[in-house]
């Protein structure tokens, strides 16, 4: 089974820090991705890498940076933590390829609340 | 832009009942389609892939409809255990990327 693992279920920061969120896979896929999930706004991709120290922006970037210096291991980084960046932040893991082969594997979530 | 639209629900069902959810797409070069669910408060799995030809997976029926560019969902005989959000996922043609509706909420009572 693929597990994908993140390293907190609920964070509380404040304004202004710089907040990390891990995401560690275990089944060797080369494609990872970070997504925030809002009420009425469903799941929007924020970046995704799909190789080591690769990454590309997804369709809301803003505000975050990602990195990958290992292929089990995926981070975001918000530089600056700001109210309207408090979500779920979902990260994901998947083979490349299509067809079917792109199946997302998916973590627990992260339930960030910005002060 | 929509890109991939589901009538968000909820649908309240009766234990038992059959209920079909439908989904659009604008892309029609789109490669891949999935159903996913998610129960509150938890990740998105997949259920099942949408082939051209149809295919079920034991009470769950989807459908894949290119010129129309929709996909539905049938769910027959449906149990408690079934309430769930129900994610219609669309690989557009980025290697890869995926595009996910916001999601159709079932809630079967008893």
Known sequence: ?????????????????????????????????????????????????????????????????????????????????????????????????????????????TRLLVL | RKEVEQDPGPFNVPEGATVAFNCTYSNSASQSFFWYRQDCRKEPKLLMSVYSSGNEDGRFTAQLNRASQYISLLIRDSKLSDSATYLCVVNMGGYSTLTFGKGTMLLVSP
């Open chain 1, 1 to 109: 089974d693929v597990k994908v693992t993140q390293s907190s279920r609920y964070l509380v920061k404040r304004t202004g820090e710089k907040v990390f969120l891990e995401c560690v896979q275990d089944m060797d896929h080369e494609n990872m991705f970070w997504y925030r999930q809002d009420p009425g706004l469903g799941l929007r991709l924020i970046y995704f890498s799909y190789d080591v120290k690769m990454k590309e922006k997804g369709d809301i970037p803003e505000g975050y940076s990602v990195s990958r210096e290992k292929k089990e291991r995926f981070s975001l980084i918000l530089e600056s933590a700001s109210t309207n960046q408090t979500s779920m932040y979902l990260c994901a893991s998947s083979f490349p390829g299509t067809g079917g082969a792109e199946t997302q594997y998916f973590g627990p979530g």
